[in-house]
Protein backbone atom coordinates (compact mmCIF):
# COMPACT_ATOMS: atom_id res chain seq x y z
CA UNK A 1 0.00 0.00 0.00
CA UNK A 2 1.38 3.42 -0.71
CA UNK A 3 2.02 5.77 2.22
CA UNK A 4 1.13 9.29 2.22
CA UNK A 5 3.27 11.35 5.47
CA UNK A 6 1.39 14.77 6.83
CA UNK A 7 3.26 16.94 9.06
CA UNK A 8 1.54 17.85 11.87
CA UNK A 9 2.76 21.21 13.25
CA UNK A 10 2.14 21.81 16.91
CA UNK A 11 2.81 25.19 18.65
CA UNK A 12 3.08 25.42 22.30
CA UNK A 13 1.72 21.49 22.28
CA UNK A 14 -1.67 22.14 20.05
CA UNK A 15 -1.48 21.23 16.48
CA UNK A 16 -1.70 24.40 14.60
CA UNK A 17 -5.17 24.43 12.71
CA UNK A 18 -3.47 24.54 9.11
CA UNK A 19 -1.97 21.25 9.91
CA UNK A 20 -5.29 19.82 10.54
CA UNK A 21 -6.62 21.14 7.43
CA UNK A 22 -3.97 19.95 5.33
CA UNK A 23 -4.78 16.60 7.12
CA UNK A 24 -8.78 17.03 6.26
CA UNK A 25 -7.70 17.63 2.75
CA UNK A 26 -5.34 14.63 2.41
CA UNK A 27 -7.74 12.33 3.65
CA UNK A 28 -10.03 13.95 1.31
CA UNK A 29 -7.50 13.57 -1.86
CA UNK A 30 -6.46 10.03 -0.68
CA UNK A 31 -10.24 8.67 -0.28
CA UNK A 32 -10.40 9.29 -4.82
CA UNK A 33 -7.59 6.34 -4.36
CA UNK A 34 -7.77 3.26 -3.26
CA UNK A 35 -5.03 1.49 -1.99
CA UNK A 36 -3.38 4.97 -0.35
CA UNK A 37 -2.71 5.21 3.22
CA UNK A 38 -2.26 8.25 5.18
CA UNK A 39 -0.27 8.74 7.89
CA UNK A 40 0.84 11.71 10.50
CA UNK A 41 4.30 12.98 11.97
CA UNK A 42 4.08 15.20 15.16
CA UNK A 43 7.34 16.47 16.49
CA UNK A 44 7.01 17.61 20.21
CA UNK A 45 4.88 16.79 23.43
CA UNK A 46 1.91 17.87 22.71
CA UNK A 47 -0.82 19.34 25.56
CA UNK A 48 -3.82 17.16 24.55
CA UNK A 49 -4.01 14.53 21.54
CA UNK A 50 -7.83 14.05 21.58
CA UNK A 51 -7.86 14.47 18.06
CA UNK A 52 -11.60 13.16 18.20
CA UNK A 53 -13.98 15.89 15.52
CA UNK A 54 -10.57 17.41 14.53
CA UNK A 55 -9.11 14.86 11.65
CA UNK A 56 -10.94 13.40 9.31
CA UNK A 57 -10.67 10.10 8.30
CA UNK A 58 -8.20 6.96 9.20
CA UNK A 59 -4.38 6.77 9.85
CA UNK A 60 -1.84 6.57 12.07
CA UNK A 61 0.06 9.56 14.04
CA UNK A 62 3.72 8.92 14.95
CA UNK A 63 4.73 11.13 17.77
CA UNK A 64 8.25 12.16 18.53
CA UNK A 65 7.03 13.08 22.01
CA UNK A 66 10.42 14.32 23.70
CA UNK A 67 11.40 18.18 24.86
CA UNK A 68 14.11 18.28 22.07
CA UNK A 69 11.07 18.79 19.82
CA UNK A 70 9.32 21.54 21.74
CA UNK A 71 10.54 24.08 19.52
CA UNK A 72 11.46 23.89 16.00
CA UNK A 73 14.80 22.92 15.11
CA UNK A 74 15.68 22.53 11.30
CA UNK A 75 18.00 19.75 11.36
CA UNK A 76 16.80 17.52 14.00
CA UNK A 77 13.29 18.09 12.50
CA UNK A 78 14.58 16.62 8.85
CA UNK A 79 16.13 13.63 10.52
CA UNK A 80 13.28 12.99 12.09
CA UNK A 81 11.09 13.26 9.16
CA UNK A 82 13.52 11.81 6.73
CA UNK A 83 13.66 8.62 9.29
CA UNK A 84 10.01 8.40 9.69
CA UNK A 85 9.37 9.14 5.35
CA UNK A 86 11.80 5.94 5.04
CA UNK A 87 10.82 3.65 7.57
CA UNK A 88 7.15 3.77 6.36
CA UNK A 89 8.08 3.69 3.00
CA UNK A 90 6.26 7.11 2.00
CA UNK A 91 6.65 8.56 -1.44
CA UNK A 92 4.07 11.78 -0.51
CA UNK A 93 4.98 14.27 2.32
CA UNK A 94 2.47 17.21 2.69
CA UNK A 95 2.78 20.53 4.92
CA UNK A 96 0.82 23.19 5.72
CA UNK A 97 2.24 26.77 4.02
CA UNK A 98 4.06 28.25 7.26
CA UNK A 99 7.01 29.70 8.28
CA UNK A 100 7.85 26.42 9.38
CA UNK A 101 7.05 24.29 6.25
CA UNK A 102 8.88 26.95 4.33
CA UNK A 103 12.13 25.95 5.90
CA UNK A 104 12.07 22.48 6.87
CA UNK A 105 10.11 21.25 3.53
CA UNK A 106 13.09 22.23 1.10
CA UNK A 107 15.64 20.92 3.50
CA UNK A 108 14.06 17.42 3.30
CA UNK A 109 13.49 18.15 -0.87
CA UNK A 110 17.41 17.94 -1.39
CA UNK A 111 17.80 15.61 2.05
CA UNK A 112 15.48 12.85 -0.34
CA UNK A 113 16.10 14.10 -3.29
CA UNK A 114 12.55 14.89 -3.61
CA UNK A 115 10.23 17.35 -6.07
CA UNK A 116 8.77 20.29 -4.12
CA UNK A 117 6.06 22.49 -4.84
CA UNK A 118 4.95 25.07 -2.63
CA UNK A 119 1.77 27.24 -1.26
CA UNK A 120 -0.29 25.04 -3.81
CA UNK A 121 -3.77 25.86 -3.38
CA UNK A 122 -5.55 23.00 -2.41
CA UNK A 123 -9.03 24.16 -3.02
CA UNK A 124 -9.03 23.78 -6.86
CA UNK A 125 -8.29 19.49 -6.26
CA UNK A 126 -5.76 20.04 -8.59
CA UNK A 127 -2.93 18.97 -6.50
CA UNK A 128 -1.29 15.63 -6.86
CA UNK A 129 1.97 14.05 -7.25
CA UNK A 130 1.74 15.34 -10.64
CA UNK A 131 0.96 18.73 -10.12
CA UNK A 132 -0.91 21.43 -8.87
CA UNK A 133 -1.82 25.32 -10.66
CA UNK A 134 -1.08 28.63 -8.93
CA UNK A 135 -1.90 32.28 -9.16
CA UNK A 136 1.82 34.52 -10.21
CA UNK A 137 2.22 37.98 -10.94
CA UNK A 138 0.13 39.21 -8.31
CA UNK A 139 -3.02 37.23 -9.90
CA UNK A 140 -2.32 38.38 -13.52
CA UNK A 141 -1.14 34.79 -14.67
CA UNK A 142 -1.76 31.22 -13.54
CA UNK A 143 1.42 28.97 -13.33
CA UNK A 144 1.22 25.13 -13.84
CA UNK A 145 3.94 23.10 -11.62
CA UNK A 146 4.64 19.86 -12.58
CA UNK A 147 6.85 17.73 -10.42
CA UNK A 148 10.30 16.16 -11.23
CA UNK A 149 9.30 12.83 -12.85
CA UNK A 150 12.76 11.72 -12.55
CA UNK A 151 12.22 11.93 -8.29
CA UNK A 152 10.34 9.07 -6.94
CA UNK A 153 9.31 11.36 -3.96
CA UNK A 154 6.76 14.57 -3.54
CA UNK A 155 6.36 17.48 -0.88
CA UNK A 156 3.81 19.84 -1.42
CA UNK A 157 3.18 23.00 1.04
CA UNK A 158 -0.60 23.78 0.84
CA UNK A 159 -2.30 27.10 1.78
CA UNK A 160 -6.30 26.19 2.49
CA UNK A 161 -8.62 25.87 5.16
CA UNK A 162 -11.28 23.59 5.92
CA UNK A 163 -14.48 23.17 4.24
CA UNK A 164 -14.67 19.31 5.95
CA UNK A 165 -17.36 18.33 8.35
CA UNK A 166 -17.80 14.63 7.87
CA UNK A 167 -15.49 12.91 10.55
CA UNK A 168 -15.54 9.22 10.75
CA UNK A 169 -12.28 9.34 12.00
CA UNK A 170 -10.12 6.02 13.09
CA UNK A 171 -6.64 7.40 13.81
CA UNK A 172 -4.64 5.71 16.33
CA UNK A 173 -1.37 7.61 17.93
CA UNK A 174 1.92 5.73 17.98
CA UNK A 175 4.33 6.94 20.59
CA UNK A 176 8.06 6.86 18.72
CA UNK A 177 11.03 5.57 20.79
CA UNK A 178 13.36 8.42 21.86
CA UNK A 179 15.71 9.31 19.41
CA UNK A 180 19.48 10.06 20.17
CA UNK A 181 19.61 13.70 19.80
CA UNK A 182 23.05 15.05 19.29
CA UNK A 183 25.00 18.10 20.24
CA UNK A 184 25.92 19.01 16.45
CA UNK A 185 21.83 19.95 16.03
CA UNK A 186 22.86 23.27 14.76
CA UNK A 187 20.67 25.87 14.70
CA UNK A 188 18.22 25.46 17.67
CA UNK A 189 15.39 27.81 17.49
CA UNK A 190 15.80 29.57 21.47
CA UNK A 191 12.56 30.78 21.80
CA UNK A 192 9.40 31.86 19.84
CA UNK A 193 7.44 34.96 19.95
CA UNK A 194 3.74 35.42 20.70
CA UNK A 195 2.31 38.56 18.86
CA UNK A 196 -1.53 39.80 19.48
CA UNK A 197 -1.84 36.74 22.09
CA UNK A 198 -5.16 35.53 21.62
CA UNK A 199 -5.60 36.50 18.04
CA UNK A 200 -5.26 34.28 15.10
CA UNK A 201 -2.63 34.72 12.75
CA UNK A 202 -3.86 35.49 9.44
CA UNK A 203 -2.36 33.07 7.50
CA UNK A 204 -3.73 30.27 9.61
CA UNK A 205 -7.15 31.65 10.28
CA UNK A 206 -10.29 30.76 9.01
CA UNK A 207 -12.40 33.80 9.10
CA UNK A 208 -10.58 36.93 8.29
CA UNK A 209 -11.73 40.70 9.03
CA UNK A 210 -9.63 42.78 7.16
CA UNK A 211 -9.30 46.23 6.80
CA UNK A 212 -7.56 49.60 4.14
CA UNK A 213 -7.12 52.49 4.36
CA UNK A 214 -10.66 53.79 4.50
CA UNK A 215 -10.78 52.57 8.28
CA UNK A 216 -9.35 56.41 8.27
CA UNK A 217 -6.78 55.73 11.44
CA UNK A 218 -5.44 52.91 13.81
CA UNK A 219 -8.52 53.70 16.33
CA UNK A 220 -11.14 52.63 13.11
CA UNK A 221 -9.72 49.18 13.75
CA UNK A 222 -11.91 48.85 17.17
CA UNK A 223 -14.82 48.06 15.26
CA UNK A 224 -12.70 45.43 13.27
CA UNK A 225 -11.31 43.97 16.54
CA UNK A 226 -14.66 43.55 17.46
CA UNK A 227 -16.22 42.19 15.02
CA UNK A 228 -13.48 39.56 14.77
CA UNK A 229 -13.52 38.57 18.53
CA UNK A 230 -17.12 37.64 17.49
CA UNK A 231 -16.48 35.88 14.69
CA UNK A 232 -13.68 34.30 15.78
CA UNK A 233 -11.51 35.34 13.64
CA UNK A 234 -8.30 37.55 12.74
CA UNK A 235 -7.48 41.06 12.23
CA UNK A 236 -5.96 41.61 8.89
CA UNK A 237 -4.58 44.71 6.91
CA UNK A 238 -3.53 46.25 3.83
CA UNK A 239 -0.22 47.77 3.06
CA UNK A 240 -1.01 51.29 3.26
CA UNK A 241 -2.46 50.68 6.84
CA UNK A 242 0.85 48.64 7.62
CA UNK A 243 2.84 52.04 6.42
CA UNK A 244 0.83 54.14 8.52
CA UNK A 245 1.71 51.92 11.63
CA UNK A 246 -1.86 51.71 12.09
CA UNK A 247 -1.98 48.08 12.65
CA UNK A 248 1.50 45.56 12.76
CA UNK A 249 3.68 44.09 9.30
CA UNK A 250 2.16 40.78 10.98
CA UNK A 251 -1.31 41.32 9.69
CA UNK A 252 -0.67 42.42 6.57
CA UNK A 253 -1.84 40.67 3.38
CA UNK A 254 -1.03 40.90 -0.06
CA UNK A 255 2.55 40.06 -2.09
CA UNK A 256 4.89 41.78 0.46
CA UNK A 257 2.33 40.58 2.98
CA UNK A 258 1.03 37.15 3.86
CA UNK A 259 -1.56 34.65 1.60
CA UNK A 260 -4.07 33.86 3.13
CA UNK A 261 -6.97 31.01 2.31
CA UNK A 262 -9.99 31.42 4.98
CA UNK A 263 -13.31 30.40 4.59
CA UNK A 264 -14.75 33.87 5.00
CA UNK A 265 -12.43 36.97 3.96
CA UNK A 266 -14.11 40.62 5.24
CA UNK A 267 -12.83 43.12 3.30
CA UNK A 268 -14.03 46.88 4.89
CA UNK A 269 -12.46 50.00 3.16
CA UNK A 270 -9.92 48.05 1.23
CA UNK A 271 -10.14 49.35 -3.04
CA UNK A 272 -8.92 46.02 -4.41
CA UNK A 273 -5.39 46.25 -5.72
CA UNK A 274 -3.79 43.46 -7.31
CA UNK A 275 -1.15 43.23 -5.32
CA UNK A 276 -3.67 42.92 -2.27
CA UNK A 277 -6.03 40.78 -4.65
CA UNK A 278 -2.66 38.08 -4.80
CA UNK A 279 -2.77 37.20 -1.70
CA UNK A 280 -6.81 36.22 -1.32
CA UNK A 281 -7.22 33.89 -4.23
CA UNK A 282 -7.53 31.10 -2.33
CA UNK A 283 -10.52 32.66 -0.30
CA UNK A 284 -13.44 31.17 0.10
CA UNK A 285 -15.97 33.35 0.41
CA UNK A 286 -15.11 37.48 -0.12
CA UNK A 287 -17.01 40.14 1.72
CA UNK A 288 -16.25 43.73 0.74
CA UNK A 289 -17.76 46.78 2.31
CA UNK A 290 -16.60 49.94 0.43
CA UNK A 291 -18.57 53.32 0.03
CA UNK A 292 -17.28 53.64 -3.92
CA UNK A 293 -19.49 51.24 -5.49
CA UNK A 294 -17.00 50.86 -8.51
CA UNK A 295 -13.74 49.91 -6.22
CA UNK A 296 -12.08 46.31 -8.15
CA UNK A 297 -12.71 44.86 -4.64
CA UNK A 298 -16.58 44.63 -5.77
CA UNK A 299 -15.13 42.52 -8.99
CA UNK A 300 -13.60 39.38 -6.83
CA UNK A 301 -16.49 39.75 -3.43
CA UNK A 302 -19.32 37.30 -3.63
CA UNK A 303 -21.37 39.86 -1.58
CA UNK A 304 -20.83 43.50 -1.45
CA UNK A 305 -22.00 46.45 0.49
CA UNK A 306 -21.62 49.93 -0.79
CA UNK A 307 -21.41 52.01 1.95
CA UNK A 308 -19.54 54.01 4.77
CA UNK A 309 -17.97 51.21 7.32
CA UNK A 310 -18.32 53.69 10.67
CA UNK A 311 -21.95 52.90 10.01
CA UNK A 312 -22.21 49.66 8.21
CA UNK A 313 -19.36 47.92 10.92
CA UNK A 314 -21.53 49.09 14.08
CA UNK A 315 -24.61 48.09 12.45
CA UNK A 316 -23.18 44.31 11.70
CA UNK A 317 -21.45 43.83 15.09
CA UNK A 318 -24.84 44.50 16.49
CA UNK A 319 -26.89 42.42 14.28
CA UNK A 320 -24.64 39.39 15.19
CA UNK A 321 -24.54 40.25 18.59
CA UNK A 322 -28.07 39.90 18.97
CA UNK A 323 -27.60 37.01 16.90
CA UNK A 324 -25.39 34.80 18.66
CA UNK A 325 -27.62 35.66 21.92
CA UNK A 326 -30.61 34.14 20.31
CA UNK A 327 -28.42 31.40 20.02
C1 LIG B 1 5.52 46.20 -5.01
C2 LIG B 1 4.22 46.47 -4.30
C3 LIG B 1 3.83 45.62 -3.31
C4 LIG B 1 2.63 45.84 -2.64
N1 LIG B 1 2.23 44.96 -1.66
C5 LIG B 1 1.04 45.15 -1.09
C6 LIG B 1 0.55 44.22 -0.12
O1 LIG B 1 1.23 43.27 0.28
N2 LIG B 1 -0.67 44.42 0.40
C7 LIG B 1 -1.47 45.46 0.04
O2 LIG B 1 -2.60 45.56 0.54
N3 LIG B 1 -1.02 46.37 -0.85
C8 LIG B 1 0.20 46.24 -1.41
N4 LIG B 1 0.64 47.16 -2.28
C9 LIG B 1 -0.12 48.44 -2.42
C10 LIG B 1 -1.31 48.33 -3.34
O3 LIG B 1 -0.91 48.67 -4.66
C11 LIG B 1 -2.42 49.31 -2.92
O4 LIG B 1 -1.87 50.61 -2.86
C12 LIG B 1 -3.03 48.98 -1.58
O5 LIG B 1 -3.45 47.63 -1.53
C13 LIG B 1 -4.22 49.88 -1.33
O6 LIG B 1 -4.65 49.70 -0.01
P1 LIG B 1 -6.10 50.13 0.44
O7 LIG B 1 -7.10 49.39 -0.39
O8 LIG B 1 -6.16 49.98 1.91
O9 LIG B 1 -6.15 51.69 0.17
P2 LIG B 1 -6.79 52.52 -0.99
O10 LIG B 1 -6.41 52.03 -2.34
O11 LIG B 1 -6.51 53.94 -0.68
O12 LIG B 1 -8.36 52.23 -0.84
C14 LIG B 1 -9.12 52.65 0.21
C15 LIG B 1 -10.55 52.20 -0.09
O13 LIG B 1 -11.37 52.52 1.00
C16 LIG B 1 -12.59 53.04 0.52
N5 LIG B 1 -13.10 53.90 1.59
C17 LIG B 1 -12.57 55.07 2.06
N6 LIG B 1 -13.28 55.50 3.10
C18 LIG B 1 -14.28 54.61 3.30
C19 LIG B 1 -15.34 54.51 4.23
N7 LIG B 1 -15.52 55.42 5.21
N8 LIG B 1 -16.20 53.44 4.13
C20 LIG B 1 -16.06 52.53 3.14
N9 LIG B 1 -15.06 52.57 2.24
C21 LIG B 1 -14.20 53.57 2.32
C22 LIG B 1 -12.26 53.78 -0.74
O14 LIG B 1 -13.38 53.86 -1.59
C23 LIG B 1 -11.16 52.90 -1.31
O15 LIG B 1 -11.69 51.91 -2.17
C24 LIG B 1 1.83 46.97 -2.97
C25 LIG B 1 2.25 47.81 -3.97
C26 LIG B 1 3.42 47.58 -4.63
C27 LIG B 1 3.86 48.53 -5.71
Known amino acids: MKTVLVF ?12 I ?31 EGLLAGTGVI ?21 ETMRREGATSLFFADTALSRDLAPRLSVRLQASLLSGTPFDKGKVDDSGCARLVYSGAAIASFASERALNIFIATSRQTSFTTTFGAQISVVVLEPSMVTDDDLFPMVSSITMHKGMRDVAEATIIVAGGRGMGSSGGFCLLEELALLLGGA ?14 HAEQIGQT ?26 AGTVVAINRDPHAPIFDVADYGIVGDVHLVLPKLIEELQDFLQKR
Open 21 to 51: DTWNHVQELVALRPGVAVSGILAGPARTLQL
Open 62 to 82: FHANEEAFRLYNPRRYARLVA
Open 235 to 248: VGASRPVVDEGWRP
Open 8 to 19: LEQREGVIKQAS
Open 257 to 282: GKTVAPVLYLACAISGAPQHLAAIGS
